[in-house]
């Protein structure tokens, strides 16, 4: 989990009233006294539901209080088809079973492994199972005291509803009357960024590259079907798992919105041709500069098969790919957020210039993942925050001097990093479309998970733990008193 700083602080989200100060902080968009970010706490995201007319709150604001739903989910998550084999999930079953509860009394914790804006992530073992979590504890007088209950809501709702492979699992959760624990599974791998700092020339190859970018696409492909658009995509967020496959984190700043998943005709769905390098292209279509053409040399390369099938006289359909089976589209495009939220390295351009922002910005960060996955740096990131936020907002794509990356590649992130959303690549249909790019084309993205990571990650050794560290012991029971005397809890 990454530090996250420095929010949005007046109504009117101007750009201008941000603090510059902090480099790659986060922004986001609920006030906050005292802290690192600033944040307007009345303002409350909606989602604007433009068929029916009505705007929707993401989650309900209180202090901690029970609802219907809260009440389950204090309870164990029931056992998740993606996760039906995971010893974790009979450890925790095992244990509400025989003490009919699950309480902090039933971990230690063994190390810290981060902190962001709304608490901190311990490593924590489960007692006498060898079963590691990771629990990301929160102090509920400080979400009250500094304006992060909703999001600590909203968090716990999302991660309440997911079931992917790269996707978190919430095994519980646990409340007291001090703290509001999530129990997630540990990723031992670290996240992306510690991993892009130990390879060659700090970045990596392009094969890997691919192939996280792959995993990421298909989380996001989840997420906004689920109605779910995340907003804070960087690799500080993408963890990795002990198998090397990856994991994203952090929803606090996610949005919640309405989606209707439709399957369209495929052999009638419109996708877009992009023109890969157009310096070496001689067609008039790609005589100008930009390579974001209605009809250019390079298409999608099933419409290329389909083009040389008919060539040839062929009747087969492209390989891969039937046109006569429907096509699952499922992309909020109705979304609508008026929130000043993310990475400011990773900020959308209509978020900067307050034009209100919906799914898109999801590929936006997507293209600025990718670029900084095989560049080793952001596009856009100036001497500080400000000149960071002039440079997204006017500043041309620019790639490096020596740039090694293939020219699908650069055009996969031309089309991702459109400043314009609605001619940004995956406004109409979401990660259908970019599955579809021929950066793609070498990767099945439907076994991806019998795939071979580029790195697998030492496997953790609890004895070693356990001799290094002096772990902090929760009570053999949860009695109900404060646990405040107890709990060696550090806090941001």
Not at 242 to 270: K, N, Q, Y
Not at 275 to 287: D, G, H, R
């Amino acid at each position: 989990m990454s530090n996250k700083a420095m929010e949005d602080g007046s109504p009117n989200n101007s750009p201008s009233s941000i603090d510059f100060g902090s480099s790659r902080g986060t922004v986001s968009d609920i006030t906050s006294v005292g802290s690192s970010k600033i944040s307007d706490e009345c303002f409350v995201d909606k989602q604007v539901d433009l068929k029916n007319g009505h705007e929707v709150h993401s989650s309900s604001i209180n202090g901690g209080g029970g609802s219907g739903s809260d009440s389950c989910l204090r309870s164990v998550f029931p056992s998740k088809p993606h996760k039906g084999n995971d010893p974790r999930w009979e450890a925790v079953q095992c244990v509400q079973g025989r003490d009919g509860q699950l309480g902090l009394g039933h971990f230690r914790l063994l190390k810290k492994l981060g902190f962001g804006d709304i608490g901190s992530v311990y490593l924590a073992e489960l007692r006498g199972t060898e079963c590691l979590f990771a629990m990301k504890v929160m102090d509920k007088g400080t979400l009250v005291s500094r304006k992060k209950v909703v999001r600590a809501q909203t968090e716990k709702d999302i991660l309440a509803l997911l079931d992917h492979p790269f996707l978190p699992t919430l095994y519980s959760h646990i409340e007291t009357a001090k703290f509001s624990c999530l129990l997630m599974e540990f990723c031992s791998g670290g996240d992306l960024h510690m991993l892009r700092q130990r390879q060659p020339g700090k970045h990596f190859s392009e094969d890997s590259a691919r192939f996280y970018a792959s995993e990421v696409l298909l989380a996001l492909e989840y997420l906004h079907m689920m109605g779910v658009v995340y907003r804070d995509l960087k690799p500080e967020n993408v963890l990795v798992r002990e198998d090397g496959h990856i994991m994203l984190s952090d929803f606090d700043l996610s949005l919640r919105c309405f989606v209707r998943p439709t399957l369209i005709d495929g052999s009638s769905s419109t996708i877009s041709s992009y023109c890969v390098e157009s310096s070496s292209c001689k067609l008039p279509a790609c005589a100008q500069p930009s390579c974001f053409q209605p009809s250019s040399c390079f298409k999608p390369r099933f419409l290329n098969s389909k083009a040389n099938n008919q060539v040839r006289g062929e009747k087969s359909t492209p390989a891969g790919l039937d046109n006569s089976l429907p096509v699952l589209v499922a992309e909020p495009t109705t979304a609508r957020s008026m929130s000043f939220v993310g990475t400011h390295e990773y900020l959308a351009p209509e978020i900067i210039r307050g034009d209100g922002h919906g799914s898109a910005v999801d590929w936006w960060t997507f293209g600025v993942f990718l670029y900084e996955l095989l560049h080793g740096k952001t596009p856009f990131k100036g001497s500080n925050n400000r000149e960071t936020l002039f440079n997204i907002a006017g500043k041309s794509l620019k790639f490096p001097e020596g740039s090694t990356a293939s020219s699908s590649a650069r055009d996969l992130i031309r089309g991702l990093l459109a400043k314009d959303p609605q001619k940004r690549l995956g406004f109409k249909r979401g990660a259908t479309e970019i599955k579809q790019h021929p950066f793609f084309q070498r990767l099945n993205c439907a076994l991806i998970r019998s795939t071979a990571p580029p790195q697998i990650p030492k496997p953790v050794d609890l004895t070693s733990l356990h001799r290094a560290m002096k772990p902090s012991n929760f009570p053999s029971k949860d009695d109900g008193k404060e646990p405040g005397s107890y709990l060696d809890f550090e806090f941001f």
